[in-house]
């Protein structure tokens, strides 16, 4: 088949699997789709992780290296509000971050990669890993289930519905952040509006709170180090004219390595903790780690980069390391591997950002992405 041919199917996979979303471990839809195009071509998947799938494509030349290509499946609890004329079939969830189109492009990847097996030696290993969305993922289970028993490397990608069309980005080093969750809880004294004197007000102390939080990246880290704390939720109060008891802030942090990881959950619960104590309240703190930071490994981004070479429609370029999430980091820690950025960015007008029930992308980026997993599957076996 020709470029048009193959842009045909990828689109074709892509669309299918954008009306059937589907939230993480419940993608019984999406993973009856992805056996039974496998099952088409000639490739048996075998079950892991609830609904997920892995497949090998065997070599015809014989035994030899083991490379992996990874999927994630979920959708969001996002109601779509794009303008496509095959939007999400499922009330209140959406293919919101892109993962209809990462599945495409592992399944048209897997299609030529079987339709071209005689050509090469070794096994290229397809996983559709369930529920990255919402930590602790699919992953780790993946993982625990036999997923990279045998990998020598594993890749994967991401579609950036902000980066320009035609266009892969990817780096050494972090790529995605460390993605935490805290919750603080304060826990003041109430009483009647008009006798705050007598109070402990819990709503002002976690106004103060967050305030407070705010100097961590302002004045407690150095500047060239990349932080995020942000405040997501506030709750507080019962009345408008009874002081709050109680107020709880839940947030996330977003680091790139251990050392900062830990020194900002220390800062956080010391500021949490001493803004109650100064007005004779009291505060809590529930801190949860979750994925760690996507750190790819300095030899499969020059293997990528060196089978992207040939390939002068597909302009390459360093990735600047983003503060969102990704559970593809727990694959890197156990094989070497690197994850790329896809650029989708629509032709016309302004793009909207992942998760945005706005989401749109350029569906020429399923090419791009197609060519670039088929280009490593190729490298990494020899």
Sequence with gaps: MNADDWRAVVVQFRRDLHRIPELGFSELKTSAYLRDRLAEMG???????????IADIAGGRGPGRTVALRADMDGLPVQEETTLSFPSQHQGVMHACGHDAHMAMVLAAALRLQAARDDYRGTVRVLFQPSEERPPGGALKMIAEGAL????????????????????????????????????????????????????????????????????????????????????????????????????????????????????????????????????????????????????????????????????????????????????????????GAFMFVGAAPIEGEPYPQHSSHLEINEDALLVGTQALVRIARVGLV
């Design 43 to 53: 490739l048996s998947a075998r079950p892991m992780a609830g609904t997920g799938l």
């Design 149 to 336: 028993d045998g990998v020598d490397e594993i890749y994967g990608l991401h579609v950036w519905a902000t980066q320009p069309t035609g266009t892969v980005a990817l780096s050494e080093g972090p790529q995605m952040a460390n993605d935490d969750e805290f919750a603080i809880r304060i826990f003041g004294r109430g009483g009647h509006g008009s006798e705050p004197e007598s109070t402990r007000d819990a709503a002002l102390i976690a106004a103060q709170t967050i305030v407070n939080l705010q100097t961590i990246v302002s004045r407690r880290i150095p500047a060239r180090r990349p932080v995020v704390v942000t405040c997501g939720t506030i709750s507080a109060g019962t009345a408008f004219n009874i002081v709050a008891e109680r107020a709880q802030i839940t947030g996330t942090v977003r680091t790139y390595d251990e050392a900062m990881r830990a020194r900002v959950e220390t800062e956080l619960r010391h500021i949490a903790v001493t803004t109650a104590q100064l007005v004779g309240a009291d505060a809590e703190v529930v801190y949860t780690h979750g994925y760690p930071a996507v750190v790819n490994h300095a030899t499969a981004v020059s293997k990528w980069r060196d089978a992207l070479a040939a390939d002068q429609w597909i302009a390459v370029s360093e990735s600047e390391p983003k503060l969102a999430a990704e559970d593809f980091s727990y694959y890197l820690q156990k094989v070497p």
